[in-house]
């Protein structure tokens, strides 16, 4: 090997790796999406109205943003509810992911079916299947059916939180109406925080098992406890992981079809054919979403720099 050539370290290669995995979205960005991206800020900037041509563009400058912020209340509105919504939803589905993916990286017997069983809600939750569930089929069809054989109306998930009587339990223990209202809340999205769980239960599984046996022996061998292996290093070495699903779940909760901002800017767009103004309340929430990525970012990231310091 010649003198003025080094070889390349493993985190460089890895480095190369990473551009060579995202090159097709990149290249995708630059020349499919870009015209849309560009496109889509003109209709925010003016009146779009479809013509039997194409379309007329009316330049009204910031206008419909005015609206958004000044006119429309319903905009405002929607947008606190659906930031209080995915943040509500976001510590849950962390937290069962991590939980199950722990479960699941113990040695038992059966553990590849059940495995499977977390993550089939991700296939089921695509597709055809995706959208009987938004369009709340089955249950329109137990209304008018008049329930179950048994007698047991639609509202089966409703009737069976209220015979839990979750509030009661919570309150009896005395705690804050605001850690009352967040255990309701959980209790009343638990189908949906299992659902959304999917993905992230696998990357967490994957991260568990990077982790060397011998990091834990060596645990062992100097008499720490399970929960200070946990606290002091499963839970550290998964910091990068832990950034990777706060990201892919907030991502997926702002996008998400269910999501009252989605709703509204559909409604917006499609249905009262306000194509400008629904554009700029799409791209103003798009600025949102992408000032909390940045906030995650910097709140996670001197755990994961900490980390790659230590396997330096």
């Known amino acids: 090997m010649s003198a003025g050539k080094r070889p390349r370290s493993k985190l460089g290669r890895e480095k190369y790796m990473g551009w060579f995995f995202v090159a097709p979205f990149l290249l995708g960005i630059v020349f499919i999406f870009s015209k849309v991206l560009v496109l889509s800020i003109r209709f925010s900037l003016g009146d779009m109205t479809p013509t039997a041509a194409g379309y007329t563009l009316e330049w009204n400058s910031f206008a419909n943003y005015y609206e958004m912020l000044f006119v429309n209340a319903d905009v405002l509105k929607t947008l606190v509810a659906s930031v209080l919504e995915t943040f509500t939803q976001i510590p849950l589905i962390l937290i069962f992911s991590l939980f199950a993916a722990t479960l699941l990286n113990q040695k038992f017997r059966g553990r590849a079916i059940f495995r ?15 959208q009987l569930q938004y369009n709340d089929t089955l249950l329109n069809s137990l209304s008018s059916t008049g329930g179950f054989n048994n007698g047991v109306s639609a509202d089966t998930t409703g009737a069976l939180l209220n015979a ?12 804050s ?5 967040y255990a309701v809340s959980a209790a009343n999205n638990i189908y949906d925080v299992v659902i959304k769980s999917g993905v992230q239960i ?17 645990a062992n061998i100097e008499g720490a406890s399970g929960w200070e292996i946990f606290w002091k290093i499963t839970l550290p070495m998964l910091a990068p992981m ?17 999501n009252s901002l989605m709703k509204l800017i559909n409604t917006l767009s499609f249905e ?13 929430y798009c600025v949102i979403v992408a000032a909390f990525l940045l906030l995650v970012y910097l709140i996670f990231s001197r755990f994961v720099q900490y980390q790659q310091r230590d396997k330096k």
């Open 177 to 181: 109406p605001q850690i009352v209202n």
């Open 272 to 284: 009262q054919s306000r194509y400008g103004l629904g554009a700029a309340v799409s791209w103003s």
């Open 202 to 218: 696998l990357l967490f599984l994957a991260a568990l098992q990077a982790i060397s046996p011998s990091i834990y022996e060596s």
């Open 164 to 175: 839990l009587d979750v509030e009661k339990f919570v309150s009896n223990i005395q705690f």
């Open 116 to 130: 499977a069983i977390f993550f089939v809600p991700v296939v089921l939750s695509t597709g055809v299947i995706q």
């Open 242 to 258: 832990i950034l990777a699903n706060t990201v892919f779940t907030l991502v997926d909760s702002f996008t998400s079809p269910t």
